[in-house]
């Protein structure tokens, strides 16, 4: 029988970071993402800073708290990608290794191609695959974060095969800076396509307001609130910035305006 686990998986990689503990909640957001679960496939792309991980590990631990209760709970899995996984092989072991969290039985076809001495041709590899996705027992969600990092042809090349045959079980959510080497503008048009943006992700003057109440800048005054929403244009990494240096200093208003 196939081995459950791979010894050279780092098991860290297929758990999502911890949340930071002064969070706004942005409901209008999760209520994109809930929607966006009626699409094989969810794109969060925003440069750094704009709270995409956050937002998507925030919005999996309410579904898996059943909140709110209209919304069906899947289950979900996560896999941090590094530069290493642009490796086709090492790249589906821990796209497995992430499904088996929620099936422990996924994929052992695809593994024992993997794990062969002689690698298949590719084509052979992605249609295995997509037929043992296809067979999942249940839909679940798998969260990509930082797929920015994956370079070369190959795992891109495996991300449009499965766009072309789609597994009903799989919901894709890929978090990026940029965006992935697959044909978005088609996709979209099939009605595959869920987004998230950086216009969609900018602190809100309400979502802004909410950060600002609980933190270091809740005593600033107007001149100084202006200029920080005019300075960070809802950038929520600017705010927490800001916040981080005010702790440490005597006069906040001379920090904002330095």
């Known amino acids: 029988s196939m081995p459950d686990t791979d010894p050279i998986l780092l098991r860290t990689k297929l758990h999502p970071p911890h949340l930071p503990h002064n969070l706004v909640v942005r409901t209008r957001l999760l209520e ?12 969060v792309c925003a ?6 991980t956050t937002l998507v590990c925030t919005w999996l631990e309410r579904m898996a708290a059943h909140q709110p209760a209209s ?4 289950p ?4 941090s990608l590094d530069e290493n996984d642009s490796d086709l092989n090492l790249f589906l072991r821990y796209f497995i290794a992430a499904l088996r ?3 422990k039985e996924a994929c052992p076809e695809t593994l024992a191609l993997l794990q062969a001495q002689q690698q298949p041709p590719d084509t052979v590899l992605y249609a295995t695959f997509i037929n ?3 067979a999942l027992p249940g839909e679940a969600i798998l969260v990509l974060d930082d797929y920015q990092v994956i370079h070369g042809k190959a795992v891109h090349d495996l991300l449009i095969e499965l766009v072309r045959h789609w597994p009903k079980p799989l919901h894709l959510v890929l978090i990026s800076r940029v965006d992935p080497h697959i044909p978005l503008a088609s996709l ?3 009605g595959m396509l869920s987004e998230i943006r950086t216009r969609d992700l900018r602190f809100t003057p309400e979502e802004m307001a909410a950060y600002l109440s609980q933190s270091q800048l809740a005593t600033l005054g107007q001149n100084a609130l202006s200029l920080l929403e005019e300075r960070f244009d809802g950038w929520p990494a600017g705010l927490r910035l800001t916040d981080l240096s005010l702790r440490s200093t005597d ?3 001379a920090v904002l305006f330095a």
């Open 132 to 134: 043992e996705l296809e």
């Open 251 to 253: 006069s906040q208003e």
């Open 188 to 190: 979209s048009a099939k």
């Open 32 to 43: 994109a993402l809930n929607h966006a679960i009626d699409h094989p496939l969810t794109l």
């Open 101 to 103: 969290t929620i099936f």
């Open 71 to 74: 919304v069906a709970s899947l």
């Open 76 to 79: 979900a899995a996560w896999l």
């Open 47 to 52: 440069p750094a800073g704009f709270g995409k």
